[in-house]
């Protein structure tokens, strides 16, 4: 009984021991690295942005033939699969699908309702003369996401679209990972 009771005391002193050094311990430095993932995302936000202005610009001067490979190259493969499943709606295309096999087919990954179906990529205009992008502000952004609010405008034919674009960065790049477009429809 007497052995039970020292090995038990040994215990205890030994469980307070080990509680202390875990208090001593030195609390790890979080300021400095809030303020170098501020600048980062700062630093990215401005990256994202200047690519994204350069990448539509580049689009709307491409030309026509080479404008799926352009949209293609900016966007991710996911988005680029959902945009042309859009573009086609109810269209007498071989894959084309109707509104309901669309929204069943991509709603769990995207907002359905902004699709732009039957729209273009980034404009609903069928026709433009030059598209520029007039106004580009960043509205939430974490280290690899970003998302701006854009107004794109063609001034000969007096048109804006304004639009909202997720941006992410992967793989050392940028790519568009969607597009929220008001609904338009076209008979």
């Known amino acids: 009984m007497k052995r039970t009771i020292i090995a038990s005391l040994f215990l205890i002193i030994a469980c307070k021991e080990e509680k202390k050094e875990n208090v001593i311990q030195p609390e790890p430095q979080i300021k400095e690295e809030v303020v170098q993932d501020a600048k980062s995302k700062v630093n990215g936000g401005v990256e994202a942005q200047k690519w994204l202005e350069k990448s539509i610009e580049d689009y709307f001067k491409a030309d026509l033939s080479n404008q799926d490979r352009e949209m293609r190259k900016m966007t991710t493969e996911d988005y680029y699969d959902y945009k042309t499943d859009a573009m086609n709606v109810d269209m007498d295309v071989d894959g084309s699908l109707t509104e309901k096999e669309f929204q069943d087919k991509w709603r769990k990954k995207f907002d359905v309702q902004k699709a732009g179906i039957g729209a273009?990529?980034?404009?609903?205009?069928?026709?433009?003369?030059?598209?520029?992008?007039?106004?580009?502000?960043?509205?939430?952004?974490?280290?690899?996401?970003?998302?701006?609010?854009?107004?794109?405008?063609?001034?000969?034919?007096?048109?804006?679209?304004?639009?909202?674009?997720?941006?992410?960065?992967?793989?050392?790049?940028?790519?568009?990972?969607?597009?929220l477009q008001e609904e338009t429809k076209f008979n």
């Open 120 to 179: 273009g990529f980034l404009i609903s205009g069928q026709d433009w003369d030059e598209v520029k992008v007039s106004s580009c502000k960043i509205l939430a952004e974490s280290e690899k996401d970003f998302l701006f609010a854009i107004i794109l405008s063609d001034k000969k034919l007096k048109a804006e679209y304004p639009i909202k674009i997720n941006v992410i960065k992967e793989n050392g790049s940028f790519l568009i990972a969607d597009v």
